[in-house]
């Protein structure tokens, strides 16, 4: 559940406005509260009088109000309701050409090289460069930085100044995390991670960069970062590119031909200015850390959930920057750091954003001379369920939304042997940004020997994680088609009933428990679906706004009235820095199950009275008896009496007929030294991760999905000594690791991954099935968990 924010007024921008009108009338913005805001974080080691957000509007209004190269605009809302404010800066002369900006771009899609050709002709040619601001909110330095560049390039005239504004369009995403800079949080007010979230792009704050991305397609992109110090001896704070492995769908070559060079002069313009700074950490440096150049591994650019690897996708040279400390020295590296690149991206403009264009002229001619032939396919194809299209329609609308061209089948044909339907969809690889459509659509890889440790996820087909067919095609697919801009339809109902409603996704599932909630009666068969005996007139509405196709059918004998479940979950308010109960939080309001959240202080004290399923999907440090660390202390028990009252409770739910569920391996641990279970809890390592394949029983707590299906691991689980439980899905035998970074996987083969104690109503799944908003296919092993009896 979301925190309130108090808001005193609320407007936007207009986007639209032109330059002299933002001058001329001032800006509308929306202030919080200040008393709400935080001084400082408890995550941070130290804290500085940084810039509330509630100034930063006023802040912008007057530096509007003051400057003819300024437009600010606010161009969304974060979670928690708070403005996300973008300001463009770009030499007055610039207003009225922004018209040819635009026109380039359509042109660096349509056809790359005559746009080459016009860039070579018109040096005084602007390009776009993006830095954002601030992604993670207790990283304060980044949007500080940013105003004050925002201030320099508003108002002064000197000749640098100048000389980059007369090459470059500035685009500044001044707080990329309200939320978090509110709250002192490094997460948004959905508790996620927005730096993890370029996949998915499940937020609004998310959303609105990657619309900015691909509105601008900026030559640079530079995102703000902390705190980063020591990675080798007096080398300060961080610049990528990274250290291998890279993503093979990247045309890295490119690509890294100037980012490092653009790396090495940030470096050059923070020890140019080393005088100015005042801590003897800076002033003693000898450098920035630069992964690709002072290390081998562990710091990669590999998966796309990043801004800046994201940004790569749309020709971007893309960069992390971390500054070494959270104070005006931090500031000031940032600040000097990104002036670095702008004196660097103006210097080589002509070359940089010709080879931008390489980029887009590579995927629209289907020539990509650094990868091996046939790595990409030709085209995916992308069948549709006639009865439940949703799955594949959200996936079709996320490509377009991420400047994927997708077209759709007028008629049926056959590709390599295999027939598809007439409305089948298509995402041709001979087109501008073919890098990330493959990144989204190909099943990914195992690179386990490849490196020693990854920073992050290594694996997120999304396909497989979704769950929607995209079949990859290595002939030419010669069919009729059209161009799709949008795919808006609608549920409907046939038949005159008995109906049922398949569980066959997420949108499936969020229609029955609409149906429950309205009061119509629900059954649920062995086999996982749904049955409704009302009247077509009763469903209609909710299955139109479900987008499915539901048909008349017999109801099975098995099938046993279900009924609303009000569920509580364990709530992690930010343990080591993160909510890593966020993604189950959203899962849940996706099915559209009732669901609160409740701190481990609050079941101690409270208990589970009035609700009927409780889960677990979060660090096992939530149910320690203290806390050591003093960023964690607020989240977990106070004194180890409410541990003591906290286990009793949950017994007490459980005996009483509550259902208890623990997914992942943070909450299997956790269920292990609360004392329900017996079964061994085995854990991976803790960055190994990726999809594999599971074999499920099909039925009850693993309906809908089957032997060799899909699964998702993070902190891989399986579970030893179970004789005295039921056995649901185990790991596939054999090679079951599909893709990712998993050492020593081998230990898991065939050993149980979702179980269920025989005497009371606790079900573990070492899976993780609701991980950041990615693995739709696997929400519904919550929803069965909660639905089975």
Same mark, same amino acid.
């Given at each position: 559940m979301k925190k309130s924010v108090s808001v005193l007024l609320a407007a936007s921008l207009l986007a639209s406005a032109p330059w002299s009108s933002v001058v001329a009338e001032s800006p509308k913005v929306t202030y919080v509260n200040a008393l709400e805001e935080q001084d400082g974080s408890k995550f941070n080691s130290e804290n500085y009088d940084f810039t509330k957000f509630s100034e930063i509007g006023p802040k912008l209004e007057e530096i509007a109000k003051s400057s003819n190269r300024v437009k600010v605009e606010v161009t969304g809302t974060s979670s928690d309701g708070h403005p996300l404010y973008v300001v463009t800066i770009a030499d007055p002369e610039s207003q009225g050409k922004f018209g040819k900006i635009q026109a380039l771009r359509k042109q660096m899609f349509k056809n790359p090289g005559k746009a080459q050709d016009w860039v070579a002709e018109n040096p005084d040619f602007k390009v776009p460069i993006m830095i954002n601001g601030s992604i993670h909110g207790t990283e304060f330095i980044g949007s500080d930085a940013t105003i004050q560049l925002i201030e320099r390039f508003a108002s002064e005239n000197d000749d640098t100044t100048k000389d980059i504004l007369a090459n470059n369009v500035l685009i500044f995403n001044v707080v990329a995390n309200p939320d978090g800079r509110v709250g002192a949080t490094r997460f948004n007010g959905e508790g996620i991670d927005l730096n993890r979230d370029f996949v998915t792009q499940s937020q609004p704050e998310t959303q609105q960069t990657v619309d900015l991305i691909t509105e601008w397609n900026p030559m640079v992109f530079l995102d703000t970062h902390g705190y980063v110090k020591n990675f080798a001896p007096n080398k300060q704070g961080l610049i990528e590119p990274c250290t291998p492995p890279h993503n093979p769908n990247y045309e890295y070559d490119l690509y890294n031909k100037w980012a490092y060079g653009q790396a090495e002069a940030m470096e050059a313009e923070i020890m140019d200015n080393k005088e100015g700074y005042e801590g003897a950490l800076y002033q003693e440096m000898t450098g920035t850390y630069v992964p690709q150049r002072d290390d081998a591994a562990g710091w990669d650019d590999y998966p796309p959930i990043f801004t800046p690897m994201y940004a790569m996708y749309h020709g971007a040279y893309g960069h992390t920057l971390e500054a070494p400390t959270n104070d005006e020295d931090g500031v000031k590296w940032m600040y000097d750091a990104v002036m670095g690149a702008l004196k660097y991206a103006t210097d080589n403009k002509q070359e940089m954003i010709a080879d931008q264009m390489e980029i887009f002229e590579r995927g629209i001619t289907f020539d990509h001379p650094t990868h091996e032939e046939g790595f990409f396919p030709e085209a995916y194809v992308l069948p549709v369920d006639e009865q439940d299209p949703t799955v594949t329609e959200k996936a079709v609308n996320h490509?377009?939304? @991420?400047? /994927?061209?997708?077209? *759709?089948?007028?008629?049926?044909?056959?590709?390599?042997?295999?027939?598809? %339907?007439? $409305?089948?969809?298509? =995402?041709?690889?001979?087109?501008?940004?073919? $890098?990330?459509? @493959?990144?989204?659509? #190909?099943?990914?890889?195992? /690179?386990?020997?490849?490196?020693?440790?990854?920073?992050?996820?290594?694996?997120?087909?999304? +396909?497989?994680? #979704?769950?929607?067919?995209? @079949? +990859?095609?290595?002939?030419? =697919? %010669?069919?009729?088609?059209?161009?799709? @801009?949008e795919v808006k339809n609608q549920g409907a109902v046939s038949g005159k009933g008995p109906f049922v409603i398949p569980n066959s996704s997420v949108q499936a599932v969020e229609l029955v428990n609409t149906l429950l909630a309205s009061g119509v009666d629900v059954k649920r068969s062995a086999a996982g679906d749904f049955y409704t005996e009302a009247p077509a007139n009763a469903i209609a509405t909710a299955v139109k706004a479900s987008g499915l196709q539901i048909e008349s059918a017999a109801v099975p004998a098995d099938a046993e009235a279900i009924s609303s479940v009000k569920v509580a979950l364990l709530e992690d308010g930010g343990m080591n820095k993160q909510q890593t109960h966020a993604g189950m939080n959203l899962a849940l309001e996706r099915l559209n199950f009732d669901v609160t959240e409740v701190s481990p202080v609050e079941v101690a004290e409270a208990g589970l009275n009035g609700f009927d399923a409780f889960i677990y999907n979060g660090t096992e440090s939530l149910v320690a008896p203290t806390q050591s660390r003093e960023g964690n202390k607020e989240f977990g028990f106070q004194n180890p009496a409410q541990y003591d009252a906290f286990k009793a409770n949950v017994e007490s739910f459980i005996a009483n007929g509550g259902k208890y569920i623990a997914a992942g391996a943070g909450a299997s641990r956790a269920t292990k030294t609360l004392g329900l279970t017996d079964a061994t809890v085995n854990v991976g390592g803790y960055n190994s991760n990726g999809i594999v394949s599971i074999d499920y029983d099909g039925s009850g707590l693993t309906a809908g999905y089957s032997q060799d299906d899909i699964g998702f691991?993070? *902190? +891989? =689980? #399986?579970?030893?000594? =179970?004789?005295?439980?039921?056995?649901?899905?185990?790991?596939?035998? $054999? %090679?079951?690791?599909?893709?990712?970074?998993?050492?020593?996987?081998?230990?898991a083969a065939s050993q149980p991954v979702v179980i269920q104690e025989n005497d009371q109503d606790v079900t573990l799944i070492g899976l993780e099935p609701t991980f950041r908003d990615h693995t739709d296919y696997l929400f519904r092993l919550v929803s069965n968990a909660l639905f089975t009896k």
């Open positions: 490509l377009l939304k @991420n400047d /994927i061209e997708v077209v *759709r089948a007028s008629k049926a044909f056959t590709a390599e042997g295999v027939t598809y %339907d007439k $409305g089948s969809y298509i =995402v041709h690889l001979d087109q501008a940004k073919a $890098g990330l459509a @493959n990144t989204f659509l #190909w099943d990914g890889e195992d /690179i386990t020997d490849d490196t020693p440790s990854m920073y992050d996820i290594s694996a997120w087909s999304l +396909p497989e994680l #979704w769950g929607f067919e995209a @079949n +990859p095609v290595t002939t030419a =697919v %010669d069919v009729t088609a059209a161009k799709v @801009n691991v993070y *902190r +891989p =689980v #399986w579970y030893s000594g =179970v004789e005295a439980d039921e056995v649901h899905a185990s790991y596939d035998e $054999g %090679d079951f690791f599909i893709a990712g970074h998993w050492k020593g996987s081998e230990a």
